[in-house]
Antibody, heavy 116, light 107 residues
């Protein structure tokens, strides 16, 4: 059974940092390109970042460029998102996903709340 | 960035109705389009990939068509369990972009 399990969300003050993790199992994580997608409360889906299978190529949405860093540890089957200089507008559920139809898998999401 | 214009933003239909959602891309995306279903509190679920391919296990009442800039998603006979928000998403170019969503309700 394919599983993507996010963790690391929580409440943080503006300007703070969080590191999200996404533990993968049930598929060949090491050859899969991985993404982070977020969804603000009551809003639509927004792509955040992508990393290639080796971790050598990364891409970011303009809204998070320079503040967020995507990385992976293929030995641990885990994807990460380091989020620095957090803003109120970063408040959202963060999903990790493969976005690779037909091998399209999503985690259940982890909520990040940025508030003072 | 490629803009995805999805319509309508909300839709009310009866059980058994045929439902159609459209998605227009701001530039040619070939057939690099997904359709997702999202129920409250849940992750998106892929229904259609490459514009017209039905994901394994998805009921055949769901279908997709189109290429280039204009795409259509259809539910041939609406069922109560289809109540959800539906999103199109292009994966031709980064940043991947989603339509604004269509909230489907039962009349």
């Amino acid at each position: 059974e394919v599983q993507l399990v996010e963790s690391g969300g929580g409440l943080v003050q503006p300007g703070g940092s969080l590191r999200l993790s996404c533990a993968a199992s049930g598929f060949t994580f090491g050859i899969s390109w991985m993404h982070w997608v977020r969804q603000a409360p009551g809003k639509g889906l927004v792509w955040v970042s992508r990393i290639n299978s080796h971790g050598s190529t990364t891409s970011y949405a303009d809204s998070v460029k320079g503040r967020f860093t995507i990385s992976r540890d293929n030995a641990k089957n885990t994807l990460y998102l380091q989020m620095n200089s957090l803003r109120v507008e970063d408040t959202a559920v963060y999903y990790c996903a493969t976005i690779a139809g037909p091998l399209d898998y999503w985690g259940q999401g982890t909520l990040v709340t940025v508030s003072s | 960035d490629i803009q995805m214009t999805q319509s309508p933003s909300s839709l009310s239909a009866s059980v058994g109705d045929r439902v159609t959602i459209t998605c227009q891309a701001s530039q040619d995306i070939y057939n690099y389009l997904n359709w997702y279903q999202q129920k409250p509190g849940k992750a998106p679920k892929l229904l259609i990939y490459d514009a017209s391919n039905l994901e394994t296990g998805v009921p055949s009442r769901f279908s997709g068509s189109g290429s280039g800039t204009d795409f259509t998603f259809t539910i041939s006979s609406l069922q109560p369990e289809d109540i959800a928000t539906y999103y199109c998403q292009q994966y031709d170019n980064l940043p991947y972009t989603f339509g604004q969503g269509t909230k489907l309700e039962i009349k």
